[in-house]
């Protein structure tokens, strides 16, 4: 049972550069979304999408783009990185928006921007 | 809008100790809360959660009773392990069905 994989684990990137960060469910969720964790700061909310075909910006969305054209997966793209985009990424997905719903994330993405 | 406050960290304890890892929040309505504990080199995964006023969520024996009266979620248990060294958010999902974090609390337990 595979859960929420992202890849990759660890990248470095050079300002300026452009990445896409992967992120795939297997369960059938319809709800995924991305976090970025930073020390002193807890998570916060990227992007977020609430069923195929559908995206929404989060709290700091700035320099992220997303797209869901499946519902398994949910890559997030870096444009140009930029070193404040440093950080721990998290992708996570539950099975609706109802409130009560646990959300399932993946294992971390940390990149690096120099 | 909503957010949620946790104490401040690092917390470090000797096997066998209680703990209380306090959580209060502000939301408009009536949020669900939770526990979200992050080990080394993992993601978050759920510790526990609860959903209405008075509700009391359990798990690996840890406790946190929904308070709304003192909008709080403390985490509490009685006898911390090793094992249970890790980081512990404190999250509310309220109106819009999004989560919203608290910024963590790192626990070590001492042998």
């Known amino acids: 049972n595979a859960g929420v994989t992202q890849t990759p684990k660890f990248q470095v990137l050079k300002t300026g550069q452009s990445m896409t960060l992967q992120c795939a469910q297997d369960m059938n969720h319809e709800y995924m979304s991305w976090y970025r964790q930073d020390p002193g700061m807890g998570l916060r909310l990227i992007h977020y999408s609430v069923g195929a075909g559908i995206t929404d910006q989060g709290e700091v969305p700035n320099g992220y783009n997303v797209s869901r054209s499946t519902t398994e997966d949910f890559p997030l793209r870096l444009l140009s990185a930029a070193p404040s985009q440093t950080s721990v990424y998290f992708c996570a997905s539950s099975y609706g928006i109802n409130i009560n719903t646990e959300a399932f994330f993946g294992q971390g993405t940390r990149l690096t921007v120099v | 809008g909503d957010s949620v406050t946790q104490m401040e960290g690092p917390v470090t304890l000797s096997e066998e100790a209680f703990l209380t890892i306090n959580c209060t929040y502000t939301?408009?309505?009536?949020?669900?809360l939770f526990w979200y504990v992050q080990y080394p080199g993992e993601g978050l995964q759920l510790l526990l959660k609860a959903t209405k006023a008075d509700d009391k969520g359990s798990n690996k024996g840890f406790e946190a009773t929904y308070r709304k009266e003192t909008t709080s979620f403390h985490l509490e248990k009685g006898s911390v392990q090793v094992s249970d060294s890790a980081v512990y958010f404190c999250a509310l999902s309220g109106a819009n069905s999004k989560l919203t974090f608290g910024k963590g609390i790192t626990l070590s337990v001492r042998p």
């Open positions: 939301a408009t309505g009536y949020p669900s």
